[in-house]
């Protein structure tokens, strides 16, 4: 395969794609949109489905020492005051006191006037980041609660919950992916930065004395998780903060960055935060948040590593590192998604070469075995060379074609995204085949000699 010499990926190249194909649309857009919220297409909610799937497969069901929960967005008030969310989860702002667009100083740099028409910044002023409610019919006699602005506390307040029912062991974590909310002051980029959006943490419970031992593990391990999963490693690297950026509670923090059409941007943090929250919690509910230790005899309240992933940071990252423009070796360009497998919307396109009526009821039963076991597609509107573009450009890792020989030798064509290279396979061993590069069970056994590469 030829590469074509086209411009730099922009966010504008990645919006438009990811449009026209259904990924991801602009929320309310025909009442004009709501700034920084974006609705899943039918492509965008299959790929961020599937990001979800491949982190709880890894951190979750793949491992004996992590559980999973699903904790209310809505909790008890004081619940944010434990963790210092009410009195200090703010961001320093300025307003152009020409244009009036706010600004978050502490990404302005050396900047002094407004970026947007060079008019005179306001004097800075903290910002509250968390999303006010009501709980009750009438707001007078209401009572004010947060949209959670992160997963976390959900996890720490039924700490010993988890650990009494499950009688884990330390070292052991929980792990959970739900909606939070933040009031930011200057969202963007697409899906990288919103109001709304949607977490993948963990918090991984161990003993002090052994945290940075855990920290370094799971800094490892998540940042192997996205090279896994396709994304090219010298997009990556790791960023360690530096003291006067850590958290009031962390005592080290390492962030994985990748390298977005917009620059280098965090993908997820890995932060070390001790006993803080257990103890905050403690302190505030008056509830025992410590741990009893059987081997060593001793009580202890347990320091906390904590992985944080964005769901749709992640999705974002996986559609910009699989974008691609390719000659094809006739010279022709094809934009293609080259996604891994596990992430791809779509895992087999069934294309029969013509809508014939000799060619429906053969394509049909193929396609009703596959979708039992794979999110297929069926497609068979224009020509075969169109539709190979189109699911190429939605990332669609095998496409099937069933054509007139199919109806004498019972084979099809299997059609490979990637090397764009096809092979004859039996239609009893099409499973097992597709299996082989896509995982899960085969539910048919390739019989000897069944497949074999075309024109190689």
């Known amino acids: 395969m030829t590469k074509a010499m086209p411009e730099k990926l922009t966010m504008e190249k990645l919006v438009s794609l990811c449009k026209r194909r259904g990924f991801i649309f602009q929320s309310s857009e025909i009442y004009g949109g709501l700034a920084s919220c974006w609705d899943y297409g039918p492509l965008g909610v299959e790929l961020k489905n599937n990001v979800k799937a491949a982190w709880w497969q890894s951190v979750v069901r793949q491992r004996d020492d992590t559980v999973g929960i699903d904790a209310s967005i809505l909790m008890h008030p004081r619940v944010w005051e434990a963790s210092g969310h009410v009195a200090g989860f703010s961001d320093p702002f300025s307003t152009c006191l020409a244009c009036g667009r706010n600004w978050r100083m502490d990404q ?6 407004c970026p947007e028409c060079g008019g005179e910044l306001s004097e800075p002023a903290p910002a509250s980041l968390m999303l006010e409610t009501f709980l009750g019919p009438v707001r007078a006699t209401s009572q004010i609660t947060y949209l959670r602005p992160e997963t976390a506390q959900g996890i720490f307040v039924n700490f010993q919950n988890v650990l009494n029912s499950t009688r884990k062991k330390l070292p052991f974590g929980i792990a959970q992916i739900g909606k939070a909310f933040r009031n930011e002051i200057t969202p963007g980029n697409f899906t990288f930065r919103t109001r709304e959006f949607e977490q ?10 052994t945290d940075e031992q855990w920290f370094n593990h799971w800094v490892t391990e998540r940042f192997n998780w996205y090279i896994n999963l396709g994304i090219r490693e010298e997009n990556l690297h790791l960023r360690e903060h530096s003291k006067d950026e850590l958290a009031h509670y962390a005592r080290s923090c390492t962030d994985i960055e990748y390298l977005f059409p917009f620059g280098w941007s965090e993908l997820e943090g890995v932060a070390n935060r001790t006993d803080f929250d257990l103890r905050q919690h403690a302190n505030h509910s008056g509830e025992n948040m410590s741990y009893f230790d059987d081997q060593s005899q001793e009580r202890y309240t347990p320091y906390v590593i904590e992985p944080s992933a964005g769901v749709d940071r992640s999705a974002l990252a996986f ?4 974008y691609a423009e390719e000659l094809d070796d006739k010279g022709d360009l094809r934009v293609v998604l080259h996604l891994h497998p596990a992430l791809a919307p779509i895992k087999v396109a069934m294309l029969p070469l013509s809508r014939s009526e000799k060619l429906v009821p053969l394509a049909k039963e193929v396609y009703e075995n596959l979708r039992r076991h794979w999110m297929v597609q069926y497609d068979d509107a224009q020509s075969i060379g ?3 573009r189109r699911q190429d450009e939605i990332g669609t890792p095998f496409c099937v074609t069933v054509d007139f020989q199919s109806l004498e030798d019972n084979q099809v064509t299997i059609r490979d995204r990637d090397s764009m290279r096809q092979m004859r396979v039996p239609i009893a061993g099409l499973g097992a085949c597709l299996a082989a590069k896509l995982g899960g069970e085969p539910f ?3 019989p000897p000699g069944g497949a074999y590469w075309l024109g190689f």
Do not use: Q, S
């Open 108 to 113: 302005m740099g050396e900047t002094v006037r």
């Open 200 to 209: 993948m943490e963990i918090e991984y419970f161990v003993k002090p004395g």
């Open 319 to 322: 559609l910009a590192d699989a």
């Open 386 to 388: 169109r539709r190979y």
């Open 444 to 446: 048919e056994v390739l």
